[in-house]
């Protein structure tokens, strides 16, 4: 679910993350008016909303220090993919024409298919086989170099290749898990309950409080899942980067 959530666009995320924080922002008003019905209001001064807010904002800066390692690993990742491709395409230009021609168009295949389709298919089901497959033809190719100074240094440079696809692989895996916005997500609930409970009786300062209480959350959240899945946002990290490795 949440993996379907975070790989929508940004304005169908705004509107989701607004939806939830508002409706759950009614209800916990209308409950906490039951509880406090007759009662007298707790303190505003409560330590409650503090502890709960602090546990929150600590789990936050957490997942995005996770996160922002992620976007920084991802965008490495990819210029080393750029990199090796651009060496493999420096080395064989000292091949004859024929073995040149043949590597170039298993670069274009590679590119081509890591765009159109692992790209898309990596946050989801992982690696595409027809890319390994293309992979594996470029190795066999580059074994039949004649030259070994040549041949050693393209095997160097389709290792770097191979070892780039596999992290960007790995990072578009590790994502935040079900469980961390689960626990993120009750604690944000808590907060605006601790908060709405201490101004049980004072409802026009429960209004004003909860309003800026989830409008602070929601972004906190929108912040979090725009950037959970790097590979999913063009504006982040973009296959047109490889494709522009062989212009």
Not at 13 to 36: E, N, P, Q, Y
Not at 106 to 124: G, P
Request: charged share 15%.
């Amino acid at each position: 679910m949440f993996r379907l959530l975070v790989s929508q666009p940004v304005p169908v995320l705004v509107l989701v993350v607004i939806i939830i924080g508002f409706v759950s922002l009614a209800v916990i008003r209308l409950v906490v008016r039951r509880i406090a019905q007759g009662k007298k209001p707790l303190d505003i001064s409560s330590p409650l909303s503090g502890m709960a807010a602090t546990a929150f904002v600590f789990i936050a800066a957490l997942l995005s220090s996770q996160i922002q390692g992620d976007i920084s690993s991802a965008r490495q990742s990819l210029y080393r993919e750029v990199s090796a491709i651009q060496v493999i395409r420096l080395h064989a230009e000292v091949l004859p024409a024929a073995d040149q021609a043949v590597i170039a168009r298993h670069l274009q295949e590679y590119v081509n298919l890591v765009a159109a389709d692992e790209w898309k298919r990596m946050q989801h089901e992982g690696e595409s086989r027809a890319v390994r497959t293309v992979v594996s033809n470029l190795l066999r190719q580059i074994h039949t170099v004649s030259a070994q100074d040549v041949r050693d240094a393209l095997r160097m440079a389709v290792t770097e290749l191979i070892s780039a696809r596999v992290d960007r692989l790995r990072i578009a895996a590790d994502t935040v898990p079900a469980i961390t916005w689960i626990v993120l997500f009750c604690l944000g609930l808590f907060t605006k309950f601790a908060v709405a409970l201490n101004h049980g009786d004072h409802h026009q300062w429960q209004r004003v409080v909860g309003v800026t209480v989830t409008m602070l959350m929601g972004l906190i959240f929108i912040m979090l899942l725009v950037y959970d899945q790097p590979y999913a946002r063009p504006d982040i990290v973009s296959p047109k980067t490889l494709i522009e490795a062989l212009q």
